[in-house]
């Protein structure tokens, strides 16, 4: 049965509009000019148990209004949603007992205190038996590797420090579904791989249902068999990765390294060259050129020693679907 | 886990953090109870030129005064969470805290219990105690008891102010200099004697913002003195319940605002 059931999801916002400027400011005292928002237009998507699902889309489109909802803080216009069984804005409280849920932007830890305190606060808001928390825990920190961490203030760790003792939060009271909403914004490349490494082994191993919000599309390769993208409000894609590159005609790229002095180019079936330095990159069709005619062409006019023939990156693949469908 | 302990634990925690600052901790109650004292000193000067205010003697204003101060501390002290509620709208505290299995009263209770307020607390105590002691007042069981659910009335009531400012940031940022009008508007009000505003005045303080109900109906009974007003005596065990009624009624419009946002987010 399915974890997760939206079905025509409607959510309007009256968005009050003033122009700039203190007059304008005293006016719309006195009077407010509203323009209607249609943040979700008819959004229906379901999830099985055990599924890892990227949500993208670009902002304003409608991700944060999804969560919101799916999240029980936001009741919708209109439409249908269960979240194991529940609708989520009805029982607030059983709903959020069953859910985690992590903020990249926003830090749900005391600020000023080491995280431990936070855990042990969590422990009493979700009247988790001491027993069984401290079990959590253990396995947590040992997972995060959070042990040298626990007993400094909050403030004073990193942000990827920060991010991971954040993510053992969401999951001391060990919620069968997790929304992580940009869980990797600001991180660096070592902290990314890490919380891209457990939020793997979360979903594999303990079968954590995990619907991922993200711009970072390494994310989404990562971790992602399926991806829904929305887009002013409606589901615009929801599939595989690999049916999502589909949607673009294929493209190839070709790296070239080590290439010297000018070169000019036109070949059938190139549609974009970019140079950076001694590096060449070519976003070739191979239905109308073969990457090895394509090298024999670039053979003529110079010296390739060092090639490299790719997929275009998931990134550029989203970039154009948002501007084709013009987001 | 009951909420009572819950609460506990939101306390005990907000106390250490306050505590990582120490020093500023010090300098902060002490510069809240310093500034508050400072404006009794300005009605005290003013007894000395005027002798007294209609009817009214310096030690009988200092228990008014005192009693109000206390209250308002107390209120301040544990209702800072709705004090400050539209930043925790802002940032999205309150998202989080909506994503909690736990009432969002309870938690915007527990956010932070600002122990700095001990300063406006001491100095009303120490106003009101030298009020008592100047007037030569005994103080019995009945008077120790009907003056702390005084206190305690009134510090419900401020809260339930504080509630209702932070409901009306549901809907607009804008209406929060209002609200804090008639909160610290009161403040200054319940100072003096209800007996010597205008009846209009009075009566908004009784009736509708009961401020003017929870000190002074009590006091004219504590000091042995006749209501000028000729309200009923029984009015000064009435009025501590005024307080708690009146938060009660501030926790309903509470869910309503909570409702609102709800369906408008923002």
């Not at chain 1, 029982?91 to 995280?115: E, K, N, S, T, Y």
């Not at chain 2, 020093?23 to 003013?46: D, K, P, R």
């Not at chain 2, 001491?122 to 009101?128: C, D, E, K, R, S």
């Not at chain 2, 940031?169 to 319940?190: K, M």
């Amino acid at each position: 049965m399915a974890q997760i059931v939206v079905e025509n999801l409607v959510k309007t916002f009256k968005v009050g509009r003033r122009q700039a400027g203190l007059w304008n400011a005293l006016k719309g005292v006195a009077r407010r000019e509203y323009t209607t928002v249609r943040a979700l237009d008819g959004v229906s998507f379901s999830l099985e148990p055990g599924e890892l699902v990227g949500y993208i889309g670009p902002n304003g489109a409608g991700k944060s209004t999804t969560v919101k909802v799916l999240g029980g803080i936001m009741v919708p216009d209109s439409g249908r949603c269960e979240v194991m069984g529940l609708v989520p804005w009805k029982a607030r409280m059983a709903h959020v007992a069953r859910i985690g849920v992590v903020f990249g932007q926003r830090c749900q830890l005391m600020w000023d205190l080491p995280a431990a305190d936070s855990f042990d606060l969590l422990r009493d808001i979700y009247r988790v038996p001491a027993a069984v928390h401290r079990k959590k825990r253990d396995m947590l920190v040992e997972r995060l590797r959070l042990a040298e961490l626990l007993t400094v203030p909050v403030r004073q760790l990193s942000l990827g420090q920060r991010m991971r003792c954040d993510l053992a939060a969401s999951l001391l009271h060990a919620p069968p579904l997790l929304f992580l909403d940009e869980p990797t914004i600001g991180l660096d490349a070592v902290s990314k791989l890490a919380v891209r490494e457990f939020v793997r082994d979360l979903n594999r191993e303990n079968g954590v249902t995990v619907i991922l919000t993200t711009h970072d599309m390494d994310d989404i390769e990562a971790l992602c068999s399926r991806v829904i993208m929305i887009g002013r409000g409606q589901i615009l894609f929801d599939g595989t990765l690999e049916k999502l590159r589909s949607c673009i005609p294929m493209e190839r790229r070709l790296v070239v390294n080590g290439v010297a002095g000018e070169v000019a180019l036109d070949i059938a079936g190139v549609r974009q060259v970019t140079r950076e330095g001694d590096r060449l990159s070519l976003h070739f069709d191979p239905d109308r050129i073969p990457p090895a005619d394509l090298i024999a062409q670039l053979s003529r006019q110079f010296l390739v020693r060092d090639f490299l023939v790719e997929n275009q990156p998931i990134e550029e693949t989203v970039a154009r679907l948002y501007a084709e469908w013009r987001l | 886990m009951s909420g009572i302990r819950l609460y506990g634990r939101y306390v005990s925690l907000s106390l250490q953090s306050q505590m990582q600052y120490r020093a500023s901790f010090v300098m902060f109650a002490l510069a809240n109870g310093l500034s508050a004292l400072l404006e009794f000193f300005a009605t005290a000067a003013l007894f000395a030129r005027f002798g007294s205010l209609r009817g009214w003697a310096l030690p009988e204003v200092a228990l008014f005064y005192g009693m109000v101060h206390t209250a308002f501390a107390l209120a301040e002290a544990a209702g800072r969470g709705f004090d400050v509620f539209h930043l925790h709208v802002r940032n999205g505290t309150f998202d989080r805290m909506m994503l909690r299995p736990r009432s969002t009263v309870l938690q915007v209770l527990g956010q932070d219990f600002q122990l700095l307020r001990v300063g406006r607390f001491a100095q009303g105590l120490f106003v009101l105690l030298w009020g008592a002691a100047s007037l030569g007042m005994r103080w019995t069981a009945e008077s120790v008891f009907l003056a702390v659910l005084s206190v305690v009335g009134g510090a419900l009531l401020f809260s339930g102010l504080f509630v209702l400012q932070a409901t009306l940031s549901f809907w607009s940022v804008e209406g929060l200099e209002i609200a804090n009008t008639l909160t610290y508007g009161g403040v200054e009000a319940a100072q003096f004697p209800l007996s010597i505003y205008r009846k209009w005045l009075r009566e908004f303080f009784v009736f509708v913002v009961p401020i003017g109900c929870i000190n002074y109906f009590p006091l004219i009974r504590i000091l042995g003195r006749g209501d000028p007003l000729g309200y009923p005596g029984w009015a000064a065990w009435v009025s501590p319940a005024v307080g708690l009624g009146f938060f009660l009624v501030s926790l309903r419009v509470w869910g309503v605002g909570v409702r609102h946002y709800r369906s408008t987010g923002s």
